[in-house]
């Protein structure tokens, strides 16, 4: 038995808000999907005529909003009117790393998790399915099944309203989020009433194969989506671990990971070292995993997460030192060009990007930086580095140095250094010749993304650093 679910709202047009409930409208063309948000900006963004304007870039977006928009899909600001027409509300807002009082540090703060369940309370009418999508830490579902219990005992004598709770964790990566989405490799529904888990399959059914989706408990599937991303997490610090031990002995990263990917046991993904990784996720899931495990008294396996932390940041701190060796030990009144921000390619998003560690790293020591992303706005880069830096408490000024570059000839004109941190395929066609005229001699080269091909640079008179290439001269120079 299952429920007839005929209008679905999500609560959170974001990341990962806006593109699953994009991909659930095209595919379920009977449903009406309501995107609801309290950023009137953001929902504005989502109803710009002009596709260029949407508030998330990810490739193959535009068309689906096209199709869609204003026929089954729709985004609005009206909470309280999205939620109680809706059978179905998917809960998808952020919920970020607390910064004070219990737990600060590790623990994600629920508070708009919270704020979303009030208002499911308050707002619905007669049953509704209450479905978490954001990424959450263990035993969430308890905290919004608290709240929307006990606002079932108050209304009991007004009204009828009735609540189950499943957790369907996203796991769509950004910048292939509507692939992702589209082909997912499995569907975790958790949950206890059967009805309102068939309701939620029946949605899916329409373009997923059934024997991708998997029924579990509601706690199985919120350790899942933490379990998946710390593994994930765990293979790149892993590699990145192994790129510094290939620029001591003189082996390629690059060659080490094919081979040991190619053993079907390991598999091939996940093993390209770079930057350290970064995107809303990883670092907040581990934390979280951290924390729980704390919580149970479990010291040692909270050691042994934390460790993938504690190397992704070494990764950041090392790549500068790097940086900075290779300048002369100093990077005052340098100027260092900066190719990519966001902390992976094809998206805009910034969030725990390995740039803003290491751009704020490089302003310490004195650089002057000229920055260029092919989708990340100036504003953004600036308000990442200026919150950085207050979070780290840094008291100086660098504002005045950090700078947009509209070009790749305006960002190496004068350059010392340039720095490559997104793995944006535009890059890759970057005519490194004319750069090298623009550049102050002797200049250098970064490339933390395995993006140059060492063979176009045999004549060149450029220094070039491959992370992780120990075969390179310039790496041991
Ligand atoms: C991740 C999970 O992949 C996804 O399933 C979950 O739903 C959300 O978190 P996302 O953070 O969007 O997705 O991107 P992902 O592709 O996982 O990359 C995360 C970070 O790891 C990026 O900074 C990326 O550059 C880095 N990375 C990834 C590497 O450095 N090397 C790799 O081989 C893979
Ligand atoms: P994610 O990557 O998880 O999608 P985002 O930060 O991109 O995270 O999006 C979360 C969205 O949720 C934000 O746009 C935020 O304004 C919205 N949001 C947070 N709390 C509420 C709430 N109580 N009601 C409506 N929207 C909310």
């Known amino acids: ?14 990341y990962v808000g806006g593109p699953t409930m994009a991909v659930i409208a095209d595919k379920c063309r009977d449903l009406k999907v309501i995107v609801v948000d309290l950023n009137k900006e953001k929902i504005d963004s989502w109803n710009n005529e002009d596709l260029s304007k949407l508030p998330i870039y990810e490739p193959g977006l535009k068309e689906l909003i096209k ?70 830490p263990v035993k969430t579902a308890e905290v919004i099944k608290t709240i929307l219990i006990s606002s079932q005992n108050d209304l009991k004598k007004k009204s009828s309203k009735s609540f189950s709770v499943l957790s369907n964790p996203e796991f769509l990566a950004e ?30 059914k329409n373009w997923v194969d059934e024997e991708k989706i998997i029924k579990t408990n509601i706690w199985s ?7 998946a991303n710390a593994f994930l997490a765990q293979r790149v610090s892993s590699i990145n671990s192994i790129s510094a031990l290939c620029e001591k002995t003189g ?45 149970y008294g479990l010291n040692e396996v909270a050691n042994y997460w934390n460790e993938v932390l504690e190397i992704n940041h070494w990764q950041q701190n090392r790549l500068t030192n790097i940086i900075l060796k290779k300048l002369f030990n100093t990077a005052t009144n340098k100027k260092i060009g900066i190719l990519g921000f966001s902390f992976k390619a094809n998206t805009n998003d910034t969030r725990e990007s390995p740039a803003i560690n290491i751009c704020t790293n490089l302003l310490i020591d ?71 005229k623009l550049m102050r001699k002797p200049s250098w080269i970064f490339d933390c993304r395995d993006i140059i091909d060492l063979n176009d640079f045999v004549e060149s008179d450029l220094n070039i650093w491959k992370l992780g290439f120990g075969s390179n001269v310039d790496n041991l120079k």
């Open 175 to 204: 910048g292939t989020a509507i692939d992702d989405l589209i082909n997912p490799s499995r569907v975790l529904i958790g949950g206890e009433s059967t009805s309102s888990i068939n309701a939620l399959v029946n949605i899916y």
């Open 221 to 227: 599937s919120e350790l899942s989506k933490l379990t």
């Open 366 to 436: 004195g650089a002057n930086l000229s920055i260029y992303d092919p989708k990340v706005k100036f504003q953004e880069i600036y308000n990442n580095l200026k919150d950085f830096k207050n979070s780290e408490d840094i008291s100086f000024n660098y504002e005045d140095r950090i700078c947009m570059a509209s070009s790749y000839e305006e960002l190496a004109n004068g350059a010392d250094a340039i720095l490559i941190l997104t793995e944006w395929n535009e890059f890759k066609k970057i005519q490194w010749s004319k750069i090298s």
């Open 251 to 295: 082996a390629d990263i690059s060659e080490v990971a094919k081979a040991v990917g190619m053993d079907y046991r390991i598999g091939k993904n996940f093993l390209k070292s770079g930057p350290g990784f970064g995107g809303s996720c990883f670092k907040k899931d581990i934390l979280n995993l951290v924390y729980i495990c704390k919580l």
């Open 67 to 136: 199709r869609c928009r204003g026929k089954n899909l729709f985004f609005s600001t009206k909470v309280k009117q999205s939620i109680a027409q809706s059978d179905m509300v998917f809960i998808s807002v952020n919920t970020p790393t607390k910064q004070s009082g219990l737990g600060a540090g590790e623990a994600s703060d629920l508070k708009y998790i919270e704020s979303s369940a009030r208002s499911i309370a308050e707002y619905a009418i007669g049953h509704t399915i209450v479905v978490e999508k954001s990424t959450i």
């Open 1 to 14: 038995m299952s429920v007839a679910v005929k209008t679905i709202c999500c609560i959170g047009a974001g």
